[in-house]
């Protein structure tokens, strides 16, 4: 996986990513380790008896994971038109 990411920033960097393939691996390694984030998170509430301070933890991932959706929802760029 990691030489996957390393050729994909290659692949970005080199502006050599016509169809977004690079784009796209980049976005969803991104977001799944957000969401792996997310899951530690709400694991570690649960198990603490549901905590303030694991809360305050969990919200805050929960944002940058909407702040990250809010950021790309409007990528056209993404789509390829031939």
């Known amino acids: 996986m990691e030489k996957a990411l390393e050729l994909a920033e290659a692949m970005r960097d080199r502006g050599k990513d016509k169809y977004h393939l690079a784009h796209v691996l980049l976005y ?3 977001r799944n380790r957000m969401l792996e984030n997310l899951y530690h998170k709400v694991e570690r ?3 603490s008896g549901m905590a303030e301070i694991e809360l305050r933890d ?3 991932a929960f944002e940058r ?4 959706d809010v950021e790309d929802a409007d990528d056209s760029a993404l789509f390829v038109k031939e």
Not at 65 to 68: G, Q
């Open 28 to 30: 969803l390694h991104e």
């Open 45 to 47: 509430y649960f198990h």
């Open 58 to 60: 969990l919200r805050v």
């Open 65 to 68: 994971i909407r702040e990250a």
